[in-house]
């Protein structure tokens, strides 16, 4: 149920940040990372999710982002990417920051998206550190090598223990502390810093939101929550701002 501040407060928001983790992909079919159906939920992300896991067995985590990639190219944008596309085009100062690497918000067609964590159709050698286009690890396990060097192949994702891209950070951060309204859309807000955007929004007056389907680690600090699908509830919020505007 929107409250009347946050409807009003739609009708003449100016400045908007927006923070998107692994829900937003849900009703895509994109699994999560730590929902019960969990990608591969034997492992725990970050113990796939780190260096020292690809040094171990760099096999496995290629398997690991191959099967991920399958999965996003045999889907596609949902209602709630689409509602972001929207918030674009409608409200003045507007940015999108993600902690997914799933491309979907591009897809959809979002311009500029602040992507945190890096994007899982895009890799880098790990010697000479060159740019690699997209490649997949063949079924017979040869692990993908570098046309200039030779050299090993990785997906050029943010690991846990790695830093996040530092003038991408700041610009999302930036944005936090200067909007009116941020919104925290399916996220469990328990990898950081990413989930210290929403903090840094509210030590900044900001009438911070939370989209959720379940309470989240910061559910009891946000000004409001919105429970349920963020594919449902984005339209919803789409519909008042496109109101204000027919006034
Ligand atoms: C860093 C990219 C500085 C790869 C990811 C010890 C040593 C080193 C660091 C640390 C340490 N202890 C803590 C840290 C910091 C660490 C951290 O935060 N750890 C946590 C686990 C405690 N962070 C880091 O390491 C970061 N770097 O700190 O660098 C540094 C450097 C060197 C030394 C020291 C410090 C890097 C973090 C980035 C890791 N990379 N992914 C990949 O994707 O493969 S993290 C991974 O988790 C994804 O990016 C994901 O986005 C992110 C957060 O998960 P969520 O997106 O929130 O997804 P989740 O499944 O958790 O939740 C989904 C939510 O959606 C749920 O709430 C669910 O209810 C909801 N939902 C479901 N369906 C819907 C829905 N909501 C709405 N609608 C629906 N339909
Ligand atoms: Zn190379």
New binding site residues.
């Given amino acids: 149920m929107i409250s009347s501040a946050l409807r009003a407060l739609l009708q003449r928001v100016e400045s908007l940040c927006v923070l998107?983790?692994?829900?937003?992909s849900?009703?895509s079919g994109v699994p999560?990372?730590?929902?019960a159906e969990?990608?591969w939920s034997k492992f725990k992300?970050?113990e796939?999710?780190?260096f020292e896991a690809f040094k171990r067995n760099p096999e496995l985590i290629w398997e690991?982002?191959n099967y991920?990639k399958k999965i996003i190219r045999e889907t596609g944008p949902n209602p709630?990417h689409y509602a972001l596309v929207r918030f674009e085009e409608l409200v003045t100062d507007f940015t999108l920051v993600?902690?997914?690497?799933?491309n979907l918000h591009f897809r959809a067609g979002s311009k500029k998206v602040l992507e945190?964590?890096?994007n899982?159709e895009r890799n880098f050698c790990l010697d000479c550190r060159k740019d690699a286009d997209n490649v997949d690890v063949s079924v017979d396990k040869k692990l993908p090598q570098c046309s200039f060097c030779g050299g090993l192949l990785r997906?050029a994702?943010?690991?846990?223990?790695?830093?996040?891209p530092a003038e991408i950070f700041e610009q999302a951060a930036e944005a936090a502390r200067r909007c009116q309204l941020f919104l925290t859309?399916?996220?469990?807000?328990?990898?950081?810093?990413?989930?210290g955007l929403p903090l840094m929004a509210l030590q900044h007056g900001a009438y911070v939101v939370e989209?959720?389907?379940?309470?989240?680690d910061i559910s009891h600090l946000v000004n409001e929550i919105l429970s349920?699908?963020?594919?449902?509830?984005l339209p919803e919020l789409v519909k008042i701002i496109e109101e204000s505007k027919q006034k």
């Fill in positions: 998107t983790g692994a829900g937003i849900a009703e999560t990372f730590r929902g969990g990608l992300p970050q796939l999710a780190n690991w982002y991920r709630a993600t902690q997914n690497v799933d945190l964590h890096g899982i997906p994702v943010v690991w846990f223990g790695e830093m996040l859309i399916g996220t469990s807000a328990a990898v950081y810093p990413a989930a989209i959720n389907t379940e309470k989240t349920g699908k963020a594919g449902e509830i």
